[in-house]
T-cell receptor, first 113, second 113 residues
Framework: DQQVKQNSPSLSVQEGRISILNCDYT??????FLWYKKYPAEGPTFLIS???IKDKNEDGRFTVFLNKSAKHLSLHIVPSQPGDSAVYFC????????????WGAGTKLIIKP | EAQVTQNPRYLITVTGKKLTVTCSQN?????MSWYRQDPGLGLRQIYY???????DKGDVPEGYKVSRKEKRNFPLILESPSPNQTSLYFC????????????FGDGTRLSIL
């Protein structure tokens, strides 16, 4: 049973618009969440993270929102740019684990010109 | 340049022929980890290491071995590869502090015939 779910395998967004990527989790022991971005033939690179004591974290065009009651987080990219086309992974860490991450299956974001 | 280097990047081999995938990092990271990525499943942890001579199983360790004799290197060994180990493999490293983002290599695509 997947503890971290990204239910949209792909998402297509017009350049300049907002991209919203979603992630749901089932384990209430998760206390830290991360988003990674992956280009073809490269490894994932860290994008942004959020602790469970916050409900929002912002870094430039990227904002992550956390809704603990719904066990849901989302990544907003505004405005979307062609270089944002990539696969985005959501990952979560449990309170009793310092390093082990549980990963979602990823969402492929396509930015259309 | 700070990086995690994996070799080889691609390998096609046959069932039962022992192989080793090397991983090296130049960031003096204590923590290193191996993942496999399969379609629809995200990244799953195979083994991890908290420091030299300290290794532990992840979620899918069967059929794999690792060693951590030096801080910078963390090779993944498949003693008797089987077709179900055909996958995309990633090595990652980070400092051994809670919530440090992991840095990934560019991946190794293994095909076991």
């Amino acid at each position: 049973d997947q503890q971290v779910k990204q239910n949209s395998p792909s998402l297509s967004v017009q350049e300049g618009r907002i991209s919203i990527l979603n992630c749901d989790y089932t384990n209430s022991m998760f206390d830290y969440f991360l988003w990674y971005k992956k280009y073809p033939a490269e490894g994932p690179t860290f994008l942004i993270s959020i602790s469970s004591i916050k409900d929002k974290n912002e870094d430039g065009r990227f904002t992550v929102f956390l809704n603990k009651s719904a066990k849901h987080l989302s990544l907003h990219i505004v405005p979307s740019q062609p270089g944002d086309s990539a696969v985005y992974f959501c990952a979560a860490k449990a309170m009793d684990s310092n390093y082990q991450l549980i990963w979602g299956a990823g969402t492929k974001l396509i930015i259309k010109p | 340049e700070a990086q995690v280097t994996q070799n080889p990047r691609y390998l096609i081999t046959v069932t039962g022929k022992k192989l080793t995938v090397t991983c090296s990092q130049n960031m003096n990271h204590e923590y290193m980890s191996w993942y496999r990525q399969d379609p629809g499943l995200g990244l799953r942890q195979i083994y991890y290491s908290m420091n030299v001579e300290v290794t532990d199983k992840g979620d899918v360790p069967e059929g794999y071995k690792v060693s951590r004799k030096e801080k910078r290197n963390f090779p993944l060994i498949l003693e008797s590869p089987s077709p179900n180990q055909t996958s995309l493999y990633f090595c990652a490293s980070s400092f051994a502090l809670s919530n440090q983002p992991q840095h990934f290599g560019d991946g190794t695509r293994l095909s076991i015939l």
